[in-house]
């Protein structure tokens, strides 16, 4: 039998024992950086019905329909390759309930880098933790390599 494959989040764990509880109902993520590291998994693996459940009801996309936002979602997923992740620097919920996590994105499209550092925000919903928004910069406008800002150096 072929080894299970590795968690695309780049948690060095294997896939069945990382995202895939999050991405079939099973559990919820236990913090924000897990939803992230789901989240990113989720794209990479084309699970926009994850990626739509893990939007917090203040993420404007709610507002919208959930099958047009869906097939958006799984669209881009699908016009994309997601080699690894990155995660600097994490905050837990602060007194309004807001998690923060700092994280780079290797993502390509067509062969052309489209990698991203974001500084995203989680609030918990009552039943887990989801994604609200999100500060993305391109390698290109950092002053330095993305995997050493912290949450504290990020340009805001």
Known sequence: ??????CPCSSGLRYRQCCAPYHRGEAEPPDAEALMRSRYSAFALKEAAYLWKTLHPEH??????????????RAFAQSHQYPGLVVMDRRPADAHGVAQVLFFAKVFEKGKDRSFVERSDFRH??????YV??????PRELAG???ALTLATFPA
């Not at 404007?60 to 979602?73: I, T």
């Not at 928004?133 to 391109?138: F, I, N, Q, Y």
């Open 145 to 147: 390599p993305p995997e």
């Open 125 to 130: 919903d009552g039943t887990g933790w989801r």
């Open 60 to 73: 404007p996309d709610r507002a919208r329909p959930e099958a047009e936002v869906v097939r958006e979602l």
């Open 133 to 138: 928004s999100g500060v993305p910069r391109l």
């Open 1 to 6: 039998m072929p080894p299970a494959p590795p």
